[in-house]
């Protein structure tokens, strides 16, 4: 099982959510006939649970509980916040598994360390492929995040075209390399660049170039700046693998780094 977080370290909207949404629908779809789940997608966005709204539409009432009770004590079982999705395409089906997340109250739910260790035994117990985590931004502390990053086997950092967002990933860069942990880190991405405009006006050098220099590995994985994918992210929701992926250079991005993904964490 390859655990994969997904993170910013404090910067928001750097497009986290909509990268492990999409990615985990396409792992699933693409290893459909390799395990009964394959992936599993595991929102820790505990109080917003935006993941678990694009999984599931705006379906409170459909989710008697949720990660934020199970964080809070109030379940003392992961299971009963699994969802499944099917997929229906053409004679085929697919399968995602994902944990809902959404509280009533802004909430600052502790992730302990001990419950997070037995969600992750729950989702060992099905046996998935790959576990995709998509993490918060303000609200992942620093003992959270040194957590996350001790039960993942590999950690995709993301940052866009913006001095806060790469200084926040240089944080989370130097915290793994006091962890001994950069040995985990894969291929950063830049999201949301404007392929007209590459280069940092302040700098005059281009945000790739910056990125790498701050990460230390390979230079990043481009997913430009695309009007529509905040689109064909809501039509994940209505059974949407009937689109052409290739109409959105942000979608036809994502399914590259897929590709880098499974040949450098292999399924399994
Ligand atoms: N490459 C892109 N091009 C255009 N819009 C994008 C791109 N990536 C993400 N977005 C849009 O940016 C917004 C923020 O995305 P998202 O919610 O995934 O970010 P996040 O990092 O998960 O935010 P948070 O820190 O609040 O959890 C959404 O409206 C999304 O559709
Ligand atoms: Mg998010």
């Known amino acids: 099982m390859k655990t994969i977080l997904i993170t910013s370290g404090t910067k928001g909207g750097t497009g986290k959510t909509t990268i492990a949404v999409n990615m985990a629908v396409i792992l699933a779809y693409e290893l459909r006939s390799k395990a009964q789940y394959p992936v599993v997608l595991i929102d820790l966005g505990l109080d917003s649970g935006t993941a678990t ?51 009533q109250y802004p909430s600052q739910v502790r992730i302990d360390r001990y419950l997070l260790r037995g969600l992750l035994n729950a989702v060992e117990a099905i046996s998935p ?102 689109i064909v992210r809501q039509a994940l929701e209505i059974e949407s693998l009937k689109l052409s992926f290739y109409e959105s250079p942000a979608l036809d991005s994502i399914f590259k780094y897929i590709d880098y993904l499974m040949e450098t964490a292999p399924p399994g």
């Open 129 to 230: 492929l790959y576990v995709i985590i998509d993490t918060p931004a303000l609200g992942l502390s620093y003992d959270t995040l040194i957590t996350l990053l001790e039960v993942s086997t590999n950690a995709i950092l993301i940052a866009i075209p913006d001095h806060s967002s790469l200084r926040a990933v240089g944080n989370v860069v130097n915290l793994m390399r006091d962890l001994k942990a950069s040995n985990k880190l894969l291929k950063p991405i830049l999201n949301m660049l404007n392929i007209k405009y590459p280069v940092d006006a302040l700098s005059g050098y281009p945000w790739t170039k910056l990125l790498r220099d701050i990460v230390g590995i390979e230079p990043p994985h481009v997913i430009p700046y695309d009007d529509l994918f905040p």
């Open 53 to 103: 709204l694009l999984m599931l539409g705006n379906v409170e009432e459909r989710m008697p509980y949720t990660l934020a009770d199970y964080f809070m004590g109030k379940i003392p079982d992961p299971l009963s916040t699994f969802y499944v999705k099917t997929w229906q395409i053409d004679s085929d089906t697919f399968k995602l598994v994902f944990t809902a997340s959404l509280s």
